[in-house]
């Protein structure tokens, strides 16, 4: 699954970024300091377009598809999960010698089938997908630091692969061949890992709220224990091994007191506590610190208290 890097050259491509959002400015800083010569930036808005030529020197920029560079033979599609698709048809139909371009694109979700008019007119295609999270803005010592991560490769042809590799390792990363019909699970990873790390954070600052902790000072009591809990992951032999707390020592009283508590004062938290504590038990058994029976207690209280939640619950949307 894992693939070593290839021997390409940088020098070879004549490189050319359509999108210059928070990714593609992130990858045309990286490429262009490891000697990928740019020769067009393309974006919807033009002033994100020459702020980003200006960074990386480049004399062509462009709102407008149809200045992309005819030199060009490594295209970047780093526009919107949404836009690719029609971006993908709107630069088929150009001039452009499309028997010698690979074009790539970075959606952790969608395959090289969001670039079929690039292909059915002859060019190679490669999605390649950093497992990694950039917001807009974020400075060149980030960007490096950023990229030194996986990147989910996947190609139809021998040829995207190679390039693939060759991109993900200028960038500092290292490739995870991702088969086609796996993209969707593989997105879900990423979504578990860093969208509901979020998603946790927020969980455990509202709990906060309930003992009258602004979300700001919630935010930085939060923040070292989580970061010790990755470190922690980092080091271990095993995910299951960074586990501590009250299920990892089969504490069956504690956990029926957090339940107990949360009926009473923030009920609504109830199902995704027991839903997580569920699966918190299985971590433990698989990490060996308690045992099927031992978890069995505490597997039927949780299982109890999300069913008397769901049969209390009303439907309705969530408030925001
Ligand atoms: N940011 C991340 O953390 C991250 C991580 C991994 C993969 N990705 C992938 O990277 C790609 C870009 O995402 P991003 O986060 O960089 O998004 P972003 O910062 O919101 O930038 C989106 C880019 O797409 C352009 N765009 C949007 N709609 C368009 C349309 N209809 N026609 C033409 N251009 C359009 C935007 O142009 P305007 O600025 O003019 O609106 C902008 O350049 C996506 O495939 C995403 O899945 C992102």
């Known amino acids: 699954m894992f693939a ?11 490189v050319s970024l359509v999108g210059a959002g928070a990714l593609g400015s992130a990858l045309a ?17 033009l002033s994100d377009a020459r702020r980003l030529a200006d960074e990386i020197g480049v004399s062509t920029y462009s709102d407008n598809l149809s200045d992309l560079s005819p ?46 008019a690039l292909v059915r007119k002859g060019a190679i295609a490669l999605s390649l997908h950093p497992f990694q999270t950039f917001p807009k803005g974020i400075s060149e010592k980030e960007v490096e630091q950023s990229f030194k991560c996986y990147f989910g490769l996947q190609a139809d042809e021998l040829e995207g692969v190679e390039i693939g590799k060759k991109l993900a390792h ?28 979020v998603t946790l954070a927020s969980l455990s600052s509202e709990v906060f709220a309930a003992l009258g902790l602004s979300p700001k000072d919630a935010a930085k009591v939060i923040e070292p224990i989580m970061r010790q809990t990755l470190s922690n992951i980092a080091s271990a032999p095993t995910i299951a091994d960074a586990l501590t707390g009250p299920i990892e020592r089969g504490d069956a009283k504690i956990i029926e007191r957090h339940l107990r508590e949360l009926s009473e004062q923030i009920p609504h938290l109830l199902p995704v506590y027991a839903a997580l504590a569920i699966e918190t038990a299985r971590v433990a058994i698989h990490k060996g610190s308690i045992s099927q029976n031992d978890a069995s207690e505490i597997l039927e209280m949780l299982e109890t208290a999300s069913r008397r939640e769901s049969e209390s619950e009303q439907p309705s949307s969530p408030s925001v």
């Open 4 to 14: 070593p890097p290839t021997a390409l050259d940088a020098r070879d491509f004549r």
């Open 29 to 45: 800083k990286r490429l262009a300091n490891a000697g990928y010569p740019f020769v067009s930036i393309v974006n919807r808005t």
């Open 71 to 116: 030199q060009t033979n490594l295209l970047l599609l780093a526009v919107s999960d949404h836009a690719l698709e029609s971006v993908a048809e709107a630069v088929s139909k150009l001039h452009l010698p499309f028997h010698r371009l690979t074009v790539a694109q970075f959606s952790g979700a969608l395959t090289t089938d969001a670039l079929g």
């Open 170 to 197: 200028d960038l500092g990363g290292k490739v995870m061949l991702v088969p086609k019909e796996a993209k969707t699970l593989y997105h879900i990873a990423g979504v578990m890992a860093s969208n509901y790390l």
